[in-house]
């Protein structure tokens, strides 16, 4: 039988990570490769050609196994719109609102209280840049003002003369009717046929004008960038592995979409790799039998939180990347500048401070020997024993000395031991993992004592146990090749293209046959998205749902719709939804206001009508591992002394491949594999389940 793999891969600021799965057997294959920041698409095939390699050498045949498909990870999206820089970006918009950036919301940030002035940050593009076209909608669609063709051609000649190749085009009320538009693109494609055009009501065709015409003009400005990314990799795998292979790029809303699919919604793919992280993360806890969790993908760069309730991460549509509102479908997740390569430094005032600038994979950390100038949080982790003097194996010996040196100067400015500044940079990080915990728990109402941490990504492991204790967490899930969970995460989730349409009318009054028309034409638009991929219609789903809220409100909740037509039985049922989870995220509800005599802004009102097509893809099988003989110490592989509280303890060092299910560790412990390393504080115990996952609780054996 001709053997099929799947690779996942995802491209994280310090390592790619790859894992490989025989379709076959179920056997993965897990490595990690340095990243290439000056083009990741490097990193990429470096790691296809090393995962490869590993395959070919555990196999008893000698012939290379088929490539079946190959899931990524991308980043391209996000540090575009991180580096906050938009040359050649420009807007159209209607007559009379061209300031809709420059109004924008009034949203302070933390940090300025009365003693200081706010000045809103620059707009993603400046007045100059921002050009008018006589026409106008009402909320209806119909309408107001009849499109102008010949200004329509004055503004896409003056483009072309400005060299502005990335434009977003967002006309007022465009959601209800995107015929103007539709009209001036075909202006702007006839007339800059190189530019890179965005339109809102293709992009996000929903009312509140500023999230949408920001949501755009992200759109626009990513595409070149996405597409060249996208189609270096495509034509890497085409000369590498044939033209055959399917190439998947992961999507922020938990789904993963072809790789010719990706220009047209380059958008989509804004918070590309976390998700996958989350959704990996979720399965195996799922799997080992915890249905609430935490998730914590801390890497090179960054810590990525999400909550997961009964095996499901949480979606919004109100997410962001830095100051930017990205109202698209997407894994709710927070992110901190808490990474491996975190830099220590200090403030004015004198305090020690870990993040959010971060070393990455070049130069990296001190101990990495290649430049770098500050200490990081890695060089900590090595200056107290934490990790050992190499990675990966040892594909990357680590320089102690350098790490030492770095330490040992910060030290000398704060006054304190190195060792002790060395604890202080960790404490510090885990602080900053822990308040990402608390925004997606404590800041929502849910208690972070009722969920267990599945830790993972490079350094995740790391600083599990003090997270542990920190916020007295039920316990930390650690799986096997922790640092490829992302990787993993990308061979588990299905193909996904969400529709939506804004559709604002009070739940007493609602036009049922209207309703109905919106979410028939969604679902074929679905259905036509998935069939283009090669699904067959037996093989399709199809999620339908509602945002609603309370009339007056400002912000919505997304229910699930019932199956069938919508009428006024299948109507109350989705109201009876809306009451639960508002009651569930806000506390309180109006489910019983008209029984106290409340009236008025207790009815409910629907806002947007969203559906998602969704075709299956088969998920890798976890696979149990046999039980051990009670005996641990087979794993032992040495001892080392590690510090704790300022005092060196001689910690015995276990090798992760070598525990078996059953066996039971008590701290302090180090356990050490390919791409991770788990440290076991004093006072605290592992227990390996069936799977091979690392439990960590509070109180030794």
Known sequence: MSRRLRIGIDTGGTFTDIVAIDEATGEIVTTKTPSTPHDPSVGVLDGIRKILRL???????????AVAAVSHGTTVATNALLQERFPGLGLVTTQGFRHVLEIARQAVPRGYGNSYFWVKPERIVPLHLIREVPERLNFRGEVLRPFDEAVALEVARWFQNSGIDSIGVSFIHA??????????????????????????????????EYERTVTTLVDA???????????????????????????YVMKSNGGVISAREVAAQPITTILSGPAAGALGAS???????????????????????????????????????????????????????????????????????????????DPGPLCYGRGGAEPTVTDAHLLLGRIPPRLLGGEIPLVVERAQEGIA????????????????????????????????????????????????????????????????????????????????????????????????????????????????????LARAALAAEGFAEHEMRVARSADLRYFGQAWEVAVELPPGEIDERTAAVAGERFHEAHEQRYGYSYRRATDRGMTGRQTMEWVNLRVTGIGPIARPKLREHPPGDGRPARALTGNRPVI???????????????????????????????GATTVVYPGQRIVADRFGNLILTRGAV
């Not at 595409?223 to 590498?240: F, H, M, N, P, W």
């Not at 002790?420 to 990080?429: C, F, N, S, V, Y």
């Not at 300022?646 to 039971?664: F, M, N, S």
């Open 55 to 65: 395959v070919d050498n555990a196999a008893a045949a000698a012939s290379r196994p």
């Open 175 to 208: 959601y209800a009717n995107p015929e103007h538009e539709q009209r001036m693109r075909a202006v702007l494609e006839r007339e800059h046929p190189g530019a890179h055009i965005s339109i809102s009501s293709d992009v996000l065709p929903e009312y509140r």
């Open 221 to 247: 400005f990513v595409k070149s960038r996405v597409a060249a990314y996208v189609g270096a990799i495509q034509a890497r795998l085409d000369a590498e592995l044939g033209a055959g292979v399917l190439f």
């Open 283 to 361: 399965l195996l806890a799922r799997a080992a039998g915890f249905d609430r969790v935490l998730t914590a993908d801390a890497g090179g760069t960054s810590t990525d939180v999400c909550l997961v309730e009964h095996g499901v991460p949480g979606l919004t549509t109100d997410g962001a990347v830095g100051r930017f509102p990205v109202k698209v479908p997407m894994i709710d997740i927070v992110t901190v500048g808490a990474g491996g390569g975190s830099i220590a430094w200090i403030a004015p005032d004198g305090g020690l401070k870990v993040g959010p600038r971060s070393a990455g994979a």
């Open 409 to 524: 100067a910060l030290s000398s400015r704060l006054g304190l031991e190195p060792a002790r500044a060395a604890e202080g940079i960790l404490e510090i990080a885990a602080w900053n993992q822990a308040n990402a915990i608390q925004q997606v728990s404590v800041k929502r109402g849910l208690d972070p004592r009722d969920y267990t941490l599945v830790a993972f990504g490079g350094s995740g492991p790391l600083l599990a146990g003090r997270l542990v204790d920190l916020l007295h967490l039920r316990a930390a899930l650690i799986p096997l090749s922790p640092g490829n969970v992302s990787a993993f995460g990308l061979l588990t989730v299905d193909l996904k293209n969400d529709y939506v349409q804004t559709f604002v009318q009070r739940h007493d009054r609602l036009d049922y046959a209207m309703v109905n028309a919106h979410l028939v034409r969604l679902e074929a």
């Open 644 to 674: 704790f509280a300022e005092k060196p303890v001689e910690c015995q060092v276990y090798e992760r491949t070598l525990i078996a299910p059953g066996d039971t560790l008590s701290g302090p412990v180090i356990i050490e594999e390919y």
